[in-house]
């Protein structure tokens, strides 16, 4: 596992999974389908990448296919910073 898929598992699994959710974030957990990702959890993703990581996800990159997983995260993070 890559520096930044632990370092957003981490984060996920510390500020997005809620008190009492019986849910163990990996690299491949589904953040739409198990409802981990909602509008608010979204914008704490967003800042932690942007504050944390310094990687801003332009608008036209907040697609529901780029946050299906921590997976799809990375590819799309290190597309950003190849640009």
Do not use: C, H, W, Y
Not at 33 to 58: H, M
């Amino acid at each position: 596992m890559s520096d930044l898929t632990r370092r957003l598992v981490v984060f996920i699994q510390d500020n997005l999974v809620l008190d009492g959710d019986d849910i163990q974030v990996d690299e491949t957990t589904p953040l739409l389908v198990s409802g981990l990702l909602d509008s608010l959890r979204t914008a704490r993703l967003l800042n932690f990448l942007r504050k944390d990581l310094g990687v801003a996800i332009p608008a036209a990159r907040l697609d529901p296919d780029n946050f299906k997983d921590v997976v799809t995260i990375v590819a799309m993070v290190r597309e950003l910073e190849s640009v």
